[in-house]
């Protein structure tokens, strides 16, 4: 196993692969409160870009596949890692409309926070729409605190939304 792929009893994660972009594609397309607005295309060429960068932890956004014991793509992670001097990440995740409420999410979510402390980042984030009280579970289940409410931060159609904020150190 390379450094940036983390077994669990039910899944597997690592960086995403081109292959995969299509399934991610459409499990994001149906992600609530933040549905994905690009093209398929788009999508696909994102996580190209992705794979050409140095290392998945280099500064920048970067994909990573939740994958079910038997290969199948069910959800991802999204991680925004800042230069290594400022030790922190952005963690965002969405999971397949059939498998939401099985607690992937959050298994997900704590593996990679666990590793990503373990590889030296001391603080972890996530912004949420104020709607979406799943994501606000999952991150209150690993321990994220809420830190921030961000006003009419956020658009959905002709709507403006607030956004919280959450946070967890390494010495939580």
Do not use: C
Request: proline residues 3%.
């Amino acid at each position: 196993m390379s450094e940036w792929e983390i077994s669990t009893d039910r899944l597997f994660i690592r960086p995403m692969r081109v292959a995969e972009a299509r399934e991610w594609h459409i499990i994001r397309a149906s992600a609530p409160y933040d549905p994905v607005t690009r093209s398929m295309d788009e999508s696909v060429a994102m996580i190209a870009a992705m794979q050409a960068r140095a290392a998945p932890d280099s500064d920048g956004w970067q994909q990573f596949s939740i994958l079910a014991k038997d290969g199948s793509m069910i959800g991802d992670l999204g991680i925004r890692f800042s230069p290594p001097f400022n030790a922190t990440a952005e963690i965002g995740f969405a999971v397949d409309v059939a498998q939401r409420g099985k607690g992937i999410a959050s298994e997900a979510v704590g593996a990679m926070v666990r590793l990503l402390f373990h590889r030296g980042r001391r603080r972890v984030m996530a912004v949420t729409d104020v709607r979406n009280r799943a994501a606000q579970r999952v991150l209150e289940r690993n321990w994220f605190r809420l830190e921030g409410r961000f006003v009419e931060s956020w658009r959905d159609g002709n709507q403006w939304f607030d956004e919280l904020s959450y946070a967890r150190l390494v010495s939580d």
